[in-house]
Every structure is written in C-alpha cells, then in structure tokens.
C-alpha cells in the first residue's frame, strides 16, 4: 500500500515533516521514504508491516521521533543518526544485539525495544545518554552482567524495565549510589546477585516496583520499611521469609496522584507471621494478594477500612478465626478467596452487603451452619462460588438458583442434605456463554487469577483459562433423591460431579443434551436402570464415572464412549453387561425379572389374607333379618353369607377359568350366587388397589366402597 515512489515522489516536494500512519497498511517500508528529507515525525505502528528497517530512513538528519511498534518487522536495530529523541520498536520480531551506536544519540530521552527476539549483552554505551529518560528492553533474551557503568551518566532516568530476560544478571556493589531517582523500576524473572538490591533505599520516588521471580531470598530488610509506601508492590513468586511488618510504610502524600490501582502482589513466597494491621491504613489500596505463605492468625478487623479493595486473596496460609463482620464495609470487593486456611465459624451476616463479588472462594476451611439464603438473594453477580470442603449442614438453598451467573458451583465434601433443587434449570450463566461480558477485572493481568477446581478425577489449578470452564460440584453430601432432569438443560457444563451421595433412580434419559461435558461422575450411589443411550452423544467426554451403583442392562456404545475403555467405569454395578465389562449380554438375566414373581407372589399371598379377614368377620358376627330403615334394603342370613364367601374364595382361585363365554358360571346355581360372584370381582379389584396403592387415597376409597355398597346388603 506504501509501495509506491510516485507517492513518496509527490510527498516530498512539500516537505513533509510529520507522517502518522497506524492500522492501516501492511507490506514492506519502501526505501523511497528516505526521500522525505525534512521528515520530523515517523508514526507507522500499529500496522501489518513486514521486513526489516530501510537505511534510508535511519538516515533522514532531522528525524527525532520513531514509532513503528507492534508491527512484524525481523532484521536487526539499524542504525539511527543522532538527532533522534525518541525510539520506540517494540513488539515486533527484531533480533540480533542492541547496537553499540545506541550511545551516540545524545538526545534519546525515550528508548523501547521490548518483546522483540534480541540477544546478546546490553551495550556499556547506553551508559551515555544522559538524556534518557526511559529505558525499556524487556522479555528478549538479552545475557550477561549489567554493572554500574550501565548507568553511569543516566541521572534523567525515571523508567527501567529489564523484566523476562532470564539470562541477565545485575551486579552492582552494596553501596552503589545511584544518579538516578526512578518512578518506575521492573527486575522481574532477572537474577539480582547480591540479594535484596540495597540501592533502593536511596529511591524516595518509586511508584511501582516490581521484582517478582527475581531469585532474591531471606527477610525484607529492616531499612524497607522506613521508605515511603509504594503504590504497586509486586514481590511474588520469591523466596522471601519472615513477617510482613518491614513493608515499606514511611507514608507518601503522592500516592493518591499514582494511575494505576494501588496493589500489593506477595503471593508464593514464606512469608510468616501475622497479617500487619499497618496495611489496613492503606485506604486506597485496590488489590491486596497474600496467597501461598504461611501466614497466621486472624484476619485483623480493620480490615474494614480498606473500602476501595476490589480482590483481597489470602487462601493458601495458615489463617484461623472467623471472618470479621467488619469485611462487609469493604462493599467494592469482587473477588474474596480465603480458601485453604483454618477458618471457623458461620459466614457473617453483613457478607450480604458485597453485592459486587464475583468470585467467593471459602473452600477447604472449616466454617459450619447453613449454606446462607442470602448467597442466593444478595450476591447475585456471583461467577465462582466454591464452598468446597468444610462442615456446611442443612440443604440446598432455592436462593442460589437466582445466581444466574454463576459458572462454577462447587458444594463437595460437606454434609448437605435433601435433594438437589429442580429449579437449577434456571442457572443460566451455565446454559449460555456471555462470561467475558460479565466479568471484570480489577486486578493486574500478572495477578494469578487461578480456580482450583476437581476436573477429571483430580484437583487442577486453572489460571488465566478458568473463564471458560463451567463446573458443577456437588460431590460427598449426604443428598437423596432423583437426580433433577432439569439439571440437563445446563448445556454449557465443562463437568458434573454427583458422585458419593444417596442418589436414587435413573440417569435422565436426557444426559445426551449436555453436548460440552468432558468429565461426568455419578459413582458411589444408589441408581438403577438402564444408563442412557443418549450418552453417546458427548462427543466430548473423557472421564466417566458410573461406578458402585445400582445400574443394570446393556453398556451403550457408539462414538466417545468407545474410547473408554477402562472397565473400573462401571465397577459395581452387578447387572451391568457389555465392553469393556467382561460379561456378555447373551448370558445376562434381567434383574427384574426375578424381583417381578416375587411381587406377584407377595401380592396373590397379600390378597388371601385380605379375604380371610373378611370371613372371619362375617363369620363370627351374628346372622339376623332386619329392616335398614334409611337405605330401605334387605339384609342377607347367615347361610347367604357363607354362601357368598364360598362364590368369592371360588372366583379367586378360579379366576376366568370357572366361566363360559357368556361370563355365567359353569355349574347351576340362582341369579343371587351370579351376583355375588360379580361382587365378588369388585372386591377383588378393590383389594389390589388397596395392596398396590397402600396410601390414604386407596383407603378412602375401599372405605367409601364399603359404606355405599355393604358387602350384606342388595337393592
């Protein structure tokens, strides 16, 4: 598109000082753009641009500044005249070293040549540039020692990120006084030689510091804390010991003027200790990440006063004690994982005001008493909530299927109660993906925002991917009943874990409609019948679990489950028959076929004795004439009774089998003996409804039988 000298030709005659080009070109960069000889100003970043840097714009004499940042440029650095002021070619794929010639550009206030594919050691010249005001080099693969010359006459530096160099070490004496006082200064993943740099506590201006992965060990230096606080904080992923008390707190009215939100990264290191209640005068403070050390105690209640933090994470320590009540002050909190701790008691009540949390992570603690209702009612902006492993009791609130935006459920190893809630069809944050567009992030992309979740029969940690999982957890309760059909219609559930309750029933015959199921487990139940063929269209399946219940028939085949072979899927399941399983179907009895006689025969055994009790009763009451007044109907004697006793045992035992084709008895008898018979199939009838319904219903309407049609009377 820029590849034409005609237009380069024409631009130049009218002396062309500035050219801004961005996200809207692509090819090479034409060697004809040297012939724009007053070129001032070259802005073409952002684009598609391939192929190395021409040498005839490095050569324009009045160019001062460069952008051609985030392109595809390859090549090494060429080399620049000496006006320039401002380079930047960052996140392009440029390589070899950076150029000796770097240090004659006497007026280079800004240089950035971050995420690139450079090599080799930092040039002693860059030294030189006592205008340089900022110095950016960043995830290459730069090597060797950086040593005081380096910085030898950089008094103007205010921005210095060497990060993701891995093989570049700073070694620099312990009583190295710098020229420079930085704003900005970012060592991580570099090696720092002599341990915790002391020359910072010289920097009286530092605004954001950070050298996580940096390979320093051993305490924060006690002088740490005398230095004015430092807004961003990031000393993750050490190997720093001991308390928290010599973070920097010597105060610093600028603060309040920084950009970024104000953080505290400390996550994987040792620290020890309790959480210092100096942090809680950190008003501003947005992200506070204590994960992963060791840390005890309790929460300090004044913790309260930090009523801009947006994510506190303290999981993963040694932190005891209930949750103050305090903690619902702070009312921007979106993020609050305090899993892996010692913590006790119920959830305070005043939780209820964090109606902004999107992720609630008290997993593997100890806390006990019921899931509250208003989880359900009040913090219905929840995306993760995981109550996993504690000593919660009661069942299932309703209220949590107003969580609509919930994706990850996670209620396992509790002692929950009752049955699973039908109306989780309503979850619809797991029937749709739209989580992108719900989630916010308050915390830095560096922050790890990681998920334990048990996936595949195994506890995985997701980090930056756990957006996109869906996951429902109700594993090891004490839950009975059905499983819900409408627990189906979560169409976008990653994983579904039911396993180790008192489950009863079938699996839905609908389990096919949850398309994106990859782990499945319904084992150590009680379900029975048959498993649904419909399971053979989860394509994405990889872990199934279907031992130690009550299943039986034929194992579907077809598609996914085909690769599953593992016969320890369907252990337990004694009338289970077909691969992987070792017996074959020929030779498999249907379970209920035997349990089938034996209801038979229990209820023929059942109706026997239903109808001797009614001729012990008869028998034994007294036969007399008598008028009933108000039904004006004839009472049948003594022997009649008997006599229809004898028709009903006879038609019991005979069925139709004592009958012509016109349903008239076979030997001779009168039209009284016909109609008892008749009678007699009533009461029959009734007596199985009585048996197989045995609820109140059935009762009251043998019940209602008996007084409007007595078995001793006729019209």
Known sequence: MIDSPKNISECSHYALEYMELRDCL???????????????????????????????????????VVYLYENQLTGPIPEFLGNLTQLDLSSNQLNGSIPESLGKLAALTDLSVESNLLNGTIPVSVGKLAKLHSLLISNNSLEGTVIEAHFANLSMLKYLDTSFNTKLTFNVSSGWMPPFQLIVLYLSSCNISSGFPQWLRNQRKVKELVLSNAKISGPLPTWFRKMPIIPWLDLSHKKLSGPLTNLPDGGNDEVFLFESDPTIFLQYNTFSGSIPRSLCRRTYLRVLQLSKNMLSGKIPKCVGNLQALSTMRLSSNRLSGVIPSSIGLSSSLSWLSLNDNNFIGELPREMV????????????????????????????????????????????????????????????????TGTIPRC???????????????????????????????????????????????????????????????????????????????????????????????????????????????????????????????????????????TLTDPSIYAGNKYLCG???????????????????????????????????????????????????????SCIDPPEYMLSMIVLLFSFSCKEGCLDERNEVIFNTNTKVKSLLALAYDVKALAFVWIRSRAKWGRNLIWNFWVENPLYCTM
């Open 26 to 64: 692509s090819g090479r960069i034409p060697e004809t753009l040297g012939r724009l000889g007053n070129l001032r100003h070259l802005d073409l970043s952002q684009n598609g641009l391939t192929g190395s840097i021409p040498e005839s714009v490095t050569g324009l004499r009045f160019l001062q």
């Open 353 to 416: 005001n964090l109606q902004g949390l999107q992720v609630l992570d008290l997993g593997d603690n100890k806390f006990s008493g019921k899931i509250p209702k208003w989880i359900g009612e009040k913090l219905i902006a929840l995306v993760v909530l995981r109550l996993h492993k504690n000593n919660f009791t009661g069942r299932i609130p309703r209220s949590l299927c107003k969580n609509s935006n919930l994706q990850i459920l996670d209620l396992a190893y509790n002692n929950l």
């Open 424 to 562: 989780v069809g309503k979850l619809n944050g797991m029937i749709e993906s739209h989580i992108l567009s719900r989630i916010t992030y308050p915390f830095s992309m560096n922050d790890d925002k990681n998920v334990i979740q048990v996936m595949k029969g195994v506890d995985l940690e997701y980090t930056t991917i756990w957006v996109i999982v869906y996951n429902m957890d109700l594993s090891s309760n004490k839950l009975v009943g059905e499983i819900p059909v409408e627990l189906t219609t979560l169409s976008m559930l990653v994983g579904l874990n039911l396993s180790n309750n008192h489950l009863s029933g079938g699996i839905p015959m609908s389990i096919g409609n949850m398309m994106n199921l990859e782990t499945l487990d319904f084992s150590k139940n009680e379900l029975g019948g048959r498993i649904p063929s419909s399971m053979a269209a989860l394509n994405f399946l990889s872990h199934l679990n279907l031992s130690h219940n009550n299943l039986s028939g034929q194992i579907p085949t077809g598609n996914q489950l085909q």
């Open 579 to 633: 691969p992987p399983l070792s017996n074959s179907c020929s030779n498999h009895q249907d379970p209920t076929t035997p349990k089938k006689i034996n209801e038979a025969s229990d209820e023929q055994t059942m109706i026997w004795l239903f109808y001797v009790g009614i001729i012990c009763g008869f028998a034994t009451g007294r036969g007399k004439s008598c008028q009933d007044e108000e039904r004006k109907r």
